[in-house]
Structure formats: C-alpha cells, structure tokens
DNA sequence: ATTTATTTTTAGACAAGACTAAAAATTTAT
DNA sequence: ATAAATTTTTAGTCTTGTCTAAAAATAAAT
C-alpha cells in the first residue's frame, strides 16, 4: 500500500528526473513539495524502505520500477480526470489542476478503467501532455519549445512547459489554444521576445512565454 | 476546515442519529466507525472542540447545525458519485460504495456543482435515497418497509435499507431492482416470511429481505 | 440500597508526516 | 590543501488519529 504522500513525492521524483535524468537531490524534492530538506529526507527513507526508491545517503534517489510504476499510475489518473473535467464538466485548463491533485489518488481500477472508455481513451490531457496507458508506459512526444523556432516558420501549439492557472490564462487572452496555428514573423535577439501572428493578428511575447509553449512544425 | 476523518464521523452521527433522534452514544459511534470507544472519544472532543457536535461528558453527542451541514454536504457528494459510476462509468449498484466512500471527500464546490449538472440534477442515488440540495436540505421520502404492507396489496420497490453488496446481489438474482412492481400473495406469521409475485414469478423471501426493502404503495 | 455490569473517559504509547536546530558530509573557493 | 559555504542527515518535538489498560461514571440487578 502506497500512502497518498508517498504518492505526492513519488510523482515529484519522477517529474525531477524527467530532463536531467541523473539522481534527484533531497533539496530539489523538498522544494518540489513545498516542504523542508529534513521531511525529504525522512520520506525518502520510508519509500527507500519500501523499494520505491533507489538511495544511498548523500548520494540522492532513483525510482525503481516499482517506484516509477506506481508515480506513472498516479499521473495517468491525474490526467484523466483532467480530461474528464474539461471535456464533460466544462471546467476551463486553468481550473483542473487543484482538483485533479485530489482525485488522482482515488484507488479503484475499475473506475480508471472505466473513466478512460467513456473519455474514448484520450491520449493527451487539456495540457497537451500524454496520458501513460494501463500498464505505464508513457507515450513520447516530439514536442519542442516555440523559442528553437526559426524565423519565419509555421507551427502550431501542442503543449504547454508551465501549466499555471496565470500562464493558461495569459494564453486564453491573446487566443492561444492547443492546435493554434502561430507563424514566427521576427526575432528580437537584444531581449529574446519574439513577434508572432495568430490568426492573421500580431502578437508581441517575451522569452518567458517562448520559453513556455510547446510546438511542432507544422 | 473539516478533515477527511472528521467528515466521515460526522457522517457516520448523522446517518446514527437519523431514526432514535436522541442524543448518540460514544458505543454507537465506535462501532459504526469500526473503532474502539476512547478513538472516538477522542474524536467527539475534537469536533465539539470545533462547534460541530453539542457534547456533554457521558451523555452523546447530537450535531450542532454547523456539523449537520457538513455531514449533509458529504452525504451529497457521496451519492451525487454514485449515480455517476451508475449511469456513466456502467457500475452495477453493488460496486459503487467503497468508490463513493472516497469520492465524497474531493473539495471543490465548483466539481460537485457540475457532476450535479451533468448528471441532470438527480434527486436519487442508486439505491433511492434521496440526494440533498446545495443548500443542505434533505428531501424526506415516504419509503416503507415491505414487512410493513398488507396482504394481496401491490407496490413498488424504491429502496433499500441495507445496501451491502450481498444484499444487492441477492435483489438482482431474483429480479428486483428499483422501479419493480411487487405483489404479496401470502404472509406467514410464524417466521415472517412472505410470498411475493415478481413479474409473475413467485418468490419466498425471510423476514432479513422484507425488513430491508423500502416500498411504496402502487 | 448495595453490589455488579456496562459504558465512557483518561492516561500513556505509537505511527505517519511535518518542523527546528544542530551535526555531519560534500562541494566550492581560496 | 585548507577553509568556507552548501547540502544532507540526525535528534528531538509536534499534531492527527489510532490503540491498550486502567479509572470513573452510569445503568442494571439483586
Ligand atoms: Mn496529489
Ligand atoms: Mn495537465
Ligand atoms: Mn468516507
Ligand atoms: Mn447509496
């Protein structure tokens, strides 16, 4: 039995070690979790304990499989209620992520099961990210941020990098969506912001949002 | 902000204090808690502690109005979720309790708000007992025991009092669910069992079936 | 009206998960 | 190579919710 905790920072180590893929740092999951390096510490014991977890003292953890089996379960039903919340309960993508934090621990494999047929078994969540099937693998994706876009280029948006209620919101403003199609018009290389069109209208943006957004070309 | 662990004792002195409307004992409680009396002792301080429970040393507990309105808010949510894995995640009404049992712990007034919605704002669950309003109010219904009717007389099946699994599948078995048109053909004193007609087929059910079915008269 | 049985409360302990303060290990800088 | 800074772990405490064993209050029986 894995608890709901134990649970919150199995999926925090297995975001962590997404990019950089060496060992997580306490502090890194600490911070993750909003709480101190010494609670790290304490939980990475019981889930080392458990064989959830790969740790040498000092060294920093590594999901085993066991581990990673259990963080990708968590993240396949976070993002299936996702889905299911915007797409039967009209919640907007800003909305979903508080509550999804709750459901996601909701233990019932019928009802996953269940859930992911009458949502027509998705295979991306409101955010563009892609839901792990039943038996945990991740589906990959050749996602890459607007910012390695070359001038003058087409593509269209598939993701976001940061899922905030402030970013998403942002995007609702100036209409962008998953699927939109953006053409790069300019570069400013002094600051990195870039100038888009969107639907035939400019549209100025930093290197935060560039940075932020996911696309393929089109 | 009530904890998971109070909402459920919250719910379990309402569901108690529902027929003897006495006060409800620190026993009762413990076990319909499925735990030992100073547990619950300790709990009943806790909740007094926070306005939700009137309680005098020795004497029960009754919930206060505050207290009434979160155990109501729970009940809601609980068979809000119920109807849902019935009518849209295809549960069969046995299954749905122990899922229900989690579900009605998710804060969000904005989700239950919108299951409540999509479900067509439905004012039964899955084993006819009644749904309350946003408000809190509890629609009481005219339910009466199938013990209770008297011979040769017909009516309808519209809930049930136990609503374990065993029970369910055992009204399933022999073809009654809600909606279904009973006929008492005979009644015997000597142990209460009763003879009905279901659909035409008779049926000899003990006293534990007729004292666990809720009817209305037809 | 006492004695006996039952119910309820207290006292003390434990596990999970978090915190602070201090010690130990590791990394970075000189 | 040492010293300084940073990271990580330990030690000890706290809260929530549970438990056992014992004491206190109430209810039942003689
Ligand atoms: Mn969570
Ligand atoms: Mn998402
Ligand atoms: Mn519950
Ligand atoms: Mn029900």
Redesign the pocket.
Known sequence: MV????ENYLKAIYHLALRNDEKV????IAQK??????????????LSEKGLVD?Q????VNLTEKGRLSAVSVIRKHRLWEVFLVDKLSFNWDEVHEVAEQLEHIKSEKLTQQLDAFLNYPTKDPHGDPIPDPSGNMPSTEKVLLAKIENHKHCICIGVKDSSAEFLQYLDKHNIALGTEITIVSKESFDESMTLKINKTPLVISKEVSHNLFVKIN
Do not use: V
Not at 3 to 6: Q, V
Not at 25 to 28: F, K, L, V, W, Y
């Open positions: 608890t709901l905790s134990e740092s306490t502090n890194a979790m909003q709480t101190k390096a010494s609670s790290a510490t304490d939980m990475i014991k019981k740790y003292k000092y060294k920093g």
